[in-house]
């Protein structure tokens, strides 16, 4: 069995999560649940940042105390993972103690000489908790925050970035490291080929306003908050507590890891570095996602187009929307909100689609089989097997490519395929007359929708259950011949929205 370990960013809490967040917590967890149905052994995490400065602005402006206020807001994103119906095995905070332990010893087991001291000034946007130059601005501001950084000016210890230059260039290219979507991995080459800088990772204990990972053998600095966060994936291993599970997972597994596209630099350059000063394994991919526009805007508290993940799921049901991000943005790029798209793809893909192949299928078997249709091999017809295969396997392809838009749209695909196959075939007037032949047809459906529901798994949980006990089917069958399918006439299973 392989062991394989998925990580999602670690979101600041200082606000509460947006759509595009969901977004990266359930394409995290389609690749977890897809791992899982391939027999791997999977550790997936999710977690929250809780040290940086901007979390004690966010509590200040609130008028609370910082670790309250992080408590507090931490509630908010591991309420999401269950709203999200996501099959984490652990959640990890910045603030528990396993994080800062092993936090502190990262730095401790780096080279001695990639760690030197240097007084320092620089633009510093708290937004990226990061120092910017004259080249990251535009018009003086930073393009993501659209803020003016602040000029800071101290003692700070620094990381030997420039000295791991070439070895990450050959690690990135060579694949050893591997970046998808490839035009992530090119940016990435482009940018460490411009020349990589040293880098400040820690902050004096006063600019920190006293929060945060104390430098280990220097009380007076704090750690910069990547430097600490990029550390959790590790310490919810164990790293911090030797733990074997560590081992197993990041040294002898596949670890890998899914972030937005404007944090791939800290996790495909500055990552890397540091884990290889401290002589670590490496994560073996790092899987990069676009953002999400809502009704084509940029999502902004300014133009009010926030939209809450909470309240969309209580609307829609949390398998419609997983649905229609994961369909609707395409994995490695930006893609789009709106809540007419989705209202749109619910009553067209699911409700006609998917939901009416289900109900009419149900239904024939229930009003002329009893409700019990006995699959028998020979009957399948090979047309409908050769179509069935070839989707599945396109679809294993784009799963194994982060194409999971793809994905779903072969699965769609055959959903498709299915329903113009009852509608050419037209069973309900065959039964009148064919009995034998009507038995084939609904055998055929039959083995479609089968087929159908364990695609669902990863993406659908909840719907891909909900068939199988449609069907009558037991998940753990080994083979289908001669099994005996008892279908249960239910309530439909998308009701179209008014
Ligand atoms: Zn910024």
Redesign the pocket.
Known sequence: MNKYFISTAIPYVNASPHIGFALELIQGDVLARYRRLRGDEVFFINGTDENALKNVQAAEKAGVDVQKFVDQHAQKYIKLSEVLNISNNDFIRTTEERHIKGAQKLWSACKAEDIYKKSYKGLY??????F?TQKDLIEGV??????K?EEVEEENYFFKLSKYQDELLRLIESDELKITPSSRKNETLEFIRGGLEDFSISRSRERAKNWGISVPEDDSQIMYVWFDALTNYINALGYGDDDARFKEYWEKGYSAHLVGKGITRFHAIYWPAMLLSAGLALPKEIFVHGYVTVDGEKISKSIGNVVDPFRVVEKYGVDPVRYFLLREIPSGEDGDFSYKKLEDRYNGDLANGLGNLVQRTVTLIENNLSGELIYKPDLLEKEIKEKTEELFKKYIGNLDSFLLHEALGKTWELVGYANKYIDDKKPWAVVKSDAQEFLAIMNNTVFILYNIAWMLVPFMPETADKIFTILGANRDAETLENYKFLVQKGDGLFPRLK
């Open positions: 946007c708290i937004g990226c908790e990061e910017k930073c393009p993501e925050h659209r803020a950084p």
